[in-house]
């Protein structure tokens, strides 16, 4: 059974705060690892996204990081905004491609 | 259009009635997905479409749900007999292929399906 776990479930943070969100996997056959962001009463949409030959990725405030040998991944958002507040989905994909699998999602709190 | 496109946007229905909802993806792409959403919960993979390759119906949750593609577009999820535990947000998405390395969804707004 492929799964990927998150947590946590929801998250509060301080206005400039890290928020870190932590998603696990179980299958090795994942082989690509996006992050999507949800707004209330919209669709998920990408965020960042990587695959697992490096051990980080950054995008402006933004940065996943992966341990390939202990099978986990995190989302840091760096100095946290009030419009960052969203629902935050980590991924993943098989290498053969396919369904993509994503974790429970973490509800996002950045408070001013 | 641009995006994906979803109908209706709500629905609500009485139990035991069946429901159509409509998936218009971004021209060109030839995966499409459904997933469901449900309150404070993840998104539950339901089908999956790849070009003319028969589709992963794994996700669906029982036999009262089904859905088509016709003419590698336009994509409908049937939910017969519906039940209080079928209201959800029901999300379609496409994306160009899902092959290596891709994985970049893009999804409609949902339909959002009250049972009552």
């Known amino acids: 059974q492929q799964q990927v776990k998150q947590s946590p479930q929801s998250l509060i943070v301080q206005k400039g705060g890290i928020s870190i969100i932590n998603c696990a996997y179980e299958?090795?056959?994942?082989?690509?690892f996006p992050w999507y962001q949800q707004f209330p009463g919209k669709g998920p949409a990408l965020l960042i996204a990587?695959?697992?030959?490096?051990s980080e990725k950054k995008e402006g405030r933004f940065t996943i990081s992966f341990n390939k040998s202990a099978k986990q991944f995190s989302l840091h958002i760096m100095d946290s905004q009030p419009g960052d507040s969203a629902t935050y989905f980590c991924?993943?994909?098989?290498?053969?491609?396919?369904?993509?699998?994503f974790g429970q999602g973490t509800e996002l709190s950045v408070k001013p | 259009g641009a995006g994906v496109s979803q109908s209706p946007s709500n629905k609500v229905t009485e139990k035991g009635k069946d429901v159509e909802l409509r998936c218009d993806p971004i021209?060109?792409?030839?995966?499409l997905y459904w997933y469901r959403q449900s309150l404070g919960q993840g998104l539950e993979f339901l089908i999956y479409f790849q070009g003319n390759s028969a589709p992963d119906k794994s996700g669906l949750p029982s036999d009262r749900f089904s859905a088509e593609r016709t003419g590698g577009s336009v994509s409908t999820l049937t939910i017969q007999r519906t039940q209080q535990e079928d209201s959800a947000v029901y999300l379609c998405?496409?994306?160009?292929?899902?092959?290596?390395?891709?994985?970049?969804?893009?999804f409609g707004e949902g339909s959002r399906l009250t049972v009552l």
């Open positions: 299958n090795t056959a994942f082989d690509y």
């Open positions: 991924a993943a994909l098989p290498y053969q491609g396919g369904k993509l699998i």
């Open positions: 990587i695959r697992p030959d490096v």
């Open positions: 998405a496409s994306s160009v292929f899902s092959g290596q390395g891709t994985g970049e969804l893009f």
């Open positions: 021209s060109g792409h030839t995966a």
